[in-house]
């Protein structure tokens, strides 16, 4: 929900039903305080998904594409060639994963980072690369390749974990970057 229509949510509850409906409402309060607060993207939570899909790469957050870029990725023919790797799992672990992805993907998620996500897809556009979304390419734009690809302690943009610090708790702010072999970015 944006937030404009929070505030004329908000003007309708006190206009409709006076302000005593704002404070019996506790359950939308903490709502509208939590939205304040989901400034990342919503942290992996789930011990089989992070056990399963770390062993190459950071465990990325399910809230960084939407139901169908995760529909096309896991499934059981697109793992056996996952960017040129095997990445089978077992029927069982398969469906779980699938599972955890698609409840918590960008496309349901309140999480900032998730709605520019899907604010930056056409309805019709899943890539299954988080470093192809439109929002993404943006926001890495001025990163010359020499410390992106050319850079060992690096190799591609696919490795987040490695500038930004705190990408495990869903934090991705530019104050948290700190290039290997480069140093902190300032722009
Ligand atoms: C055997 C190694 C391996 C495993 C296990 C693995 N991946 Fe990957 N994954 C890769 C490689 C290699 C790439 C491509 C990285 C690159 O281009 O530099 C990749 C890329 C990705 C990307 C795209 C990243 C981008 O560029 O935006 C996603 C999303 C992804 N993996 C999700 C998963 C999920 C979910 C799982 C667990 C089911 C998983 N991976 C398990 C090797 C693996
Ligand atoms: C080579 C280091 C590097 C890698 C790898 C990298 N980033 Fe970044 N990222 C940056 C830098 C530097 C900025 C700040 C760019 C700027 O402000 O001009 C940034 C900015 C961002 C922002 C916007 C932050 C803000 O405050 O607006 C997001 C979101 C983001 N990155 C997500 C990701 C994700 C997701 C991945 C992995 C798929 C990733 N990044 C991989 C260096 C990296």
């Not at 169908?68 to 990725?73: F, G, H, I, N, R």
Request: a negative charge; charged letters at 25%; one cysteine or more.
């Amino acid at each position: 929900m944006k937030k404009n229509s929070v505030v004329f949510m908000l003007m309708m509850s006190v206009t409709l039903g006076g302000v005593s409906v704002l404070h019996a409402d506790e359950g939308f309060a903490s709502w509208l305080f939590s939205v304040e607060r989901k400034k990342g993207v919503e942290p992996v939570t789930d011990a089989i998904y992070n056990e399963e899909c770390s062993a190459c790469h950071f465990p990325y957050q399910p809230g960084w594409l939407p139901e169908a870029s995760w529909q096309k990725l896991i499934a059981a023919s697109a793992l056996e060639d996952h960017f040129g790797e095997s990445a089978e799992l077992d029927e069982q672990t398969q469906q779980h994963i699938i599972n955890f992805l698609t409840a918590n993907s960008a496309d349901k998620s309140y999480y900032k980072r998730s709605k520019k996500i899907m604010a930056s897809l056409n309805k019709d556009q899943a890539p299954i690369r988080i470093t192809k979304v439109p929002y993404i390419i943006k926001k890495h734009d001025e990163i010359p390749e020499k410390l992106i690809s050319k850079n060992e302690k690096v190799k591609s943009l696919s490795y987040c974990e490695k500038c930004h610090k705190k990408a495990e708790k869903g934090i991705f702010d530019d104050d948290s970057v700190f290039i290997p072999g480069h140093g902190y970015w300032s722009d």
